[in-house]
């Protein structure tokens, strides 16, 4: 398997791109070109959903505000859980995450994540964890208290990724007897999900189209998307008038 934009091979910004049929999805009319960009990371927060086993009326924490850990909020409530709390250490991404499609919002702080994890569940009103948590960030810390989060039993999904070896709680990990799995893109039948959630109108990605830029301004807009600027930024393909 090879993809596109991960060394050596190359990204998609180009006029046309030529790709074997089994790998390509017609939208429908209604769907926009735009929202069809967003199915991408749309399919990878269906992956870690489905990897979570998030079941209506259960709740579920997911570390990190970036466009992937929004998503994973939005199918996971498409998905049915009655909880949904975000947690992010940049206000207005949380800001957006609850008008979005979180039902708690959660800013860590700098202390030992034993304390992160019962300040989350305490305002969650959550006493003995979450029925799975969800890291999209990669940050340690968050990975940490993620552990410390989940309930006995639970489930962790690991989907961000960070650094390639952490300090990692372990013994939490034995003792609460936590189903801990990774979640590398998607699998099969996860493209496809994602366009019913978007054609159906269960996931809206609209909302998280920050702008749209030019082509010829495309440098500049990874340069404001890693600088932390918008959620996701669109730019217009060469041919696009």
Do not use: W
Request: glycine share 10%.
């Amino acid at each position: 398997m090879k993809f596109a934009a991960t060394p050596p091979f190359g990204g998609t910004l180009t006029g046309y791109y030529l790709s074997a049929s089994d790998f390509c999805y017609k939208l429908p009319q209604h769907v926009s070109l735009q929202e069809g960009a967003l199915l991408e990371p749309l399919a990878v927060a269906v992956h870690i959903v489905k990897q979570a086993e998030i079941k209506p009326g259960q709740s579920v924490v997911v570390m990190g505000a970036g466009p992937v850990g929004l998503l994973c909020c939005a199918v996971a409530k498409a998905f049915g859980a009655s909880v949904i709390a975000s947690v992010d250490i940049q206000p207005a991404r949380l800001e957006f995450a609850k008008s979005y499609a979180a039902t708690h919002t959660f800013t860590p702080s700098r202390v030992p994540a034993e304390e992160n994890a019962a300040a989350l569940l305490q305002s969650i009103n959550l006493p003995s964890g979450t029925d799975a948590v969800i890291d999209a960030s990669g940050a340690e810390p968050s990975i940490q208290t993620s552990i410390h989060t989940v309930r006995r039993g639970g489930v962790y999904v690991q989907g961000g990724m960070g650094k390639p070896e952490i300090t990692f709680p372990i013994m939490e990990l034995c003792t609460k007897e936590v189903t801990c799995k990774g979640s590398f893109r998607y699998g099969s039948g996860d493209y496809a999900l994602a366009l019913e959630f978007v054609s159906k109108g269960l996931v809206d990605v609209k909302p998280l189209i920050s702008r749209t830029v030019e082509f010829t301004d495309a440098e500049q807009a990874f340069k404001d998307v890693k600088g932390g600027q918008g959620i996701k930024v669109l730019i217009k393909g060469p041919n696009e008038k």
